[in-house]
């Protein structure tokens, strides 16, 4: 699958500019098409004009944050798979984000090798997949 991968489209979406250009940067050169959105109001904005494959997204943003976010993005486009990204596990916007489907809640700071793999498995599977990374 990786020479279709620049026809997978994912949507960055962090509040923290700096955070979001190094995914976008880490996931362009990775071969993906990548899109930025820096608050969960112009997520789903992009969301509404186009739906990506995926969406990478904080979940402590100022505003909407990223399980609210979420909600709305479901709605627009069901079959886009969701990652979450959060320096706080023990969030309870974390269990919120589980609880709602999210594919998977990945730590800050970024273990790019599986977040890489994650992403990989999620486009090729689907939402809504449970799967084990190690
Ligand atoms: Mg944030």
Redesign the pocket.
């Known amino acids: 699958m990786t020479e279709s991968r620049d026809k997978i489209r994912l949507l960055v979406v ?3 500019r700096g ?1 979001a250009a190094t995914l976008s940067d880490v996931l362009g050169a990775s071969g993906y098409g990548v899109e930025t959105a820096y608050s969960g109001s112009e997520a789903v904005e992009r969301v509404k004009k186009a739906q990506p494959d995926g969406i990478l997204m ?5 505003g909407m944050n ?1 399980v609210e976010t979420f909600r709305a993005t479901k709605k627009l486009s069901p079959e886009s798979f969701v990652i979450f990204m ?2 706080f596990s023990e969030s309870s916007l974390v269990d919120d984000a589980r609880r709602e489907g999210a594919v998977e809640v990945v730590p800050k700071p970024i273990d790019w090798e599986s977040l890489l793999l994650l992403i990989e498995q999620s486009a090729g599977s689907g939402p809504g997949v449970s799967m084990e990374i190690s």
């Open positions: 962090d509040d923290d955070m904080d979940i402590r943003m100022p990223g959060t320096a």
